[in-house]
Structure formats: C-alpha cells, structure tokens
C-alpha cells in the first residue's frame, strides 16, 4: 500500500511538475515572441535615389534620368534609334532622412546651354515620395507633370565614361578681334580645342565701345569636328545706332556629353590677299564633305583679326574642290590678308 501511495504522490507530482514546467515555456515563449517581435520590426531607412529612374507615363513625355553623386541628368527619350537629347543637368542633394523629400536643382549652364531641347531655367523644384520622383516640363507653350520611377541602382559606366572623355579634353581662346560697317560688326575667336570631337562649342561675344561700356552681346554655338586644331569661330553682331565699337572679349564653353563620334580630317586653312579674296577648297579625301562650314578670318599687317565671314557650300565631292568668291565679309581697312578654314561635321 505505501508503495503504491507513494506512486500515485509521484504521479501527482510529476503532473503538477508538468504542468509548471509547461507554463513556464509557454510564458518564457512568449515573452521571446514580444521580445523577438520588436527586433524584427523593419526599422525604414533613407532612400538612395542613386541610379536610373524612367518615365512612368507611357502617354506623357519620355524621360530618363540618372542621379550620380551630386548631380542629376535628364534627356528626352524618342521612339527611334536616336541619341537621346540634353533636358537638364544640375545638383541633386541626397535626401538625410525618411519619408518625402524635395530639393532645388540648380542648371548646370557648362552641360544645358549647348543643348536645342535642354531647358533654360535657372532652377528646378524636384519631390520624391513614395518610390516616385516628379518634377515639371515646359515645352511648346505646355507644363505638364513628369513621374519618374527608378528603374535600376546602378549609375551607367557610359555616364561615367562620357565625363572622363569629356575632363580629358580643353577648349581656349587663343585670339579674338573684329571689322566694323556700319551698324554691324564681325566677331571671330580663334579656337584651340583637342579631345572633344562632337562636342558644342559656344563662344560669348561682348563688345564694348570707346568708355568700356557693353554695348552688345552675341553668342555663337558650332559642333568640334576634328580631334583637335585651331579653329575660328565668328558670327555677326548688329550694333546700336550711334555707337562705336571699340574692342571684343570672347569667352568659350564646350558641352561634355562624351560623343563617340568619328573625328574627321583637319584642313589647313587657305590663304588669300585683300585684293582677291578667292579660295578653292580641296577635298583630297575619298569621302564626299556635307555641308562643310568654311569660316573666313581677316587679319591686318600687324597680325590683329579685323574681321571676316562664313560661306556654307551643300557638299564638297571626294577628290574634287570648291570655289570660294565674293563672300560677303565685313571688315576694317587695314585688311592684309584672310584666311579661310574648313570645318567639317564629325561622322556617326
């Protein structure tokens, strides 16, 4: 009997055992449960908004931008096989904590300056939220909303590649002068380039009068064809009534798009005197020259540019020459000597 009562306190016991030890995992679970609960709750980290993002809207405008570092760039995107085209270029500031975020972007005017379809405004309101970036475009009269997804993480290697071609490569002016007839005048900067075949080159032109006081500015954009040479780069400038035209300062900026365009042959320039300005132009190459820019630089006894002019055959034919005659150049008095030079458009 002492046995089996012992048994049945044993048995007791042991459920009783049972029954506390059970009670204690099911509270020691779920306090791991609560415990474990708050260390897996996502704690929201800042957006890297780094890499490319893509037009939403497949109605809408069709932009691509990439964000790199501090900057952000924009182009418009065709439905064909064409290189896309400059929208905007300016700063991008990484946004330092959670939730939506804005930023102004100023214009990077170096990159969008030179661009036909970049825009012109000084600076550009940016918000991003919820995985979109929105922004407005103006274009022919119209603003709409553009909304940006991104598309991937990874920055382009071209986009890098395309801003070490373009570091690698320099553009100076190295002289610069002018003719005066009348109320006009024709400016010409000597250009030295090399390493930017395809680039655009804008030259500032600002003329002062007698007292140093701007009266004209005029700004002339042409495409680097070669790999590199000196080139002039001259427009005309309609000045005011009743003024002089005293001196010229030319100032040149060059996009840095990174083209892979094909440098095409430099041309030695073609010497001629004031008293017969007439030029024949050679194309000892095999390939046929398209629209071929011949610009024409003056220059007096003293080795000072005193004007000149443009002419713009429609082709020059392989292994066949062009006459330039009776180009109309504005120039000064003292001109000596002109020299033509032929610039020729970088092939795809």
């Known amino acids: 009997m002492k046995t089996a009562g012992m ?18 995992a099911c509270s020691a ?39 790199s570092g501090s900057t952000i760039t924009i182009n418009w995107l065709s439905d064909d096989t064409s290189d896309p085209m400059l929208y905007w270029a ?4 990484a946004p330092s904590s959670t939730g939506s975020y804005s930023w102004s972007s100023a214009n990077d005017h170096g990159q969008t300056d030179t661009a036909l379809l ?21 274009a022919l009269g119209e603003t709409s909303t553009v909304t940006l997804e991104q598309t991937s993480t990874t920055v382009p290697e071209t986009a890098d590649a395309a801003s070490s071609d373009a570091a690698a490569g320099t553009a100076s002016v190295v002289d610069s002068g002018m003719g005066v007839d009348g109320d006009y005048a024709w400016v010409s900067a000597m250009i030295e380039h090399d390493g930017l075949t395809g680039e655009f080159a804008t030259v500032l032109f600002n003329i002062y009068d007698e007292n140093d006081e701007l009266i004209a500015s005029e700004e002339q954009v042409e495409v680097l064809g070669t790999a590199g040479t000196t080139f002039p780069i001259g427009t005309q400038v309609s000045l005011p009534a009743e003024s002089t035209a ?21 041309v030695e320039a ?54 330039v005659k009776d180009s109309t150049l504005i120039t ?8 033509a030079y032929v610039q020729l458009e970088a092939s795809n």
């Open 7 to 24: 048994a049945r306190h044993l048995g007791a016991l042991g459920t009783a055992f049972a029954l506390v030890v059970g009670l204690s």
């Open 29 to 67: 679970s779920a306090d791991k449960a609560e415990s474990d609960g708050g260390s897996t709750t996502a704690t929201p980290e800042v957006p890297d908004l780094s890499g490319v993002w893509d037009t939403v809207d497949a109605d809408g405008p069709q932009q691509q931008a990439v964000i």
């Open 90 to 93: 300016g700063s991008f500031e």
């Open 118 to 138: 970049a825009s012109s405004d000084e600076s550009k309101e940016f918000s991003y939220a919820e995985g979109q970036i929105n922004y407005e475009v103006s």
């Open 246 to 266: 005293s001196r010229v300062d030319a100032t040149v900026s060059v996009s840095d798009y990174g083209s892979s365009q094909e440098a095409m042959p430099v």
């Open 270 to 323: 073609i010497e001629a005197t004031a008293d017969d300005l007439r030029f024949t132009v050679q194309n000892t190459t095999s390939k046929d020259w398209t629209d071929p820019r011949i610009a024409i630089v003056c220059h007096n006894d003293a080795g000072e540019i005193v004007g000149g002019g443009v002419d713009f055959p429609n082709a020059i034919p392989a292994n066949g020459e062009f006459l």
């Open 332 to 339: 000064a008095e003292d001109t000596a000597t002109c020299d």
